[in-house]
């Protein structure tokens, strides 16, 4: 099991940039695939992108793609989601989450493939 601390929202002007971290503890942070998934009021979770063990794979869905970045430093424990250019529809409460088993392609996209989830923070985007 890994615990999961997001940190970094907060609120934000449409067009401007936010970058929202994901520390990890309790076990090998390289072991994990991490995805970021969000969360707006009234809706369902959704899936962002997710950053593969070693760094060298990532993938967003459209609707961030070209503005949001997926990074992580495994020295450091942690994952970064880079928001540059928010919209304010991407207003919503983000969530790190860990995958022990790893997966690939749309495997990645559903909450299914993460045991570990950290709390959410919330970001909000004025415009």
């Known amino acids: 099991q890994v615990q999961l601390v997001e940190s970094g929202g907060g609120l934000v002007q449409a067009g401007g940039s936010l970058r929202l971290s994901c520390a990890a503890s309790?076990?090998?942070?390289?072991?994990?695939?991490i995805g970021w998934f969000r969360q707006a009021p009234g809706k369902e979770r959704e899936f962002v992108g997710f950053?593969?063990?070693?760094?060298?794979?990532?993938y967003y869905v459209d609707s961030v793609k070209g503005r949001f970045t997926i990074s992580r430093d495994n020295v450091k424990n942690t994952v970064y989601l880079q928001m540059n250019s928010p919209k304010a529809e991407d207003t919503a409460a983000y969530y790190c989450?860990?995958?022990?088993?790893?997966?690939?392609?749309?495997?990645?996209?559903?909450?299914?493939?993460?045991?570990?989830w950290g709390q959410g923070t919330q970001v909000t985007v004025s415009s």
């Open positions: 989450a860990a995958s022990i088993l790893g997966c690939s392609g749309y495997g990645c996209h559903s909450e299914d493939a993460y045991d570990d």
């Open positions: 950053i593969s063990r070693s760094g060298g794979n990532t």
């Open positions: 309790g076990r090998t942070f390289n072991d994990y695939t």
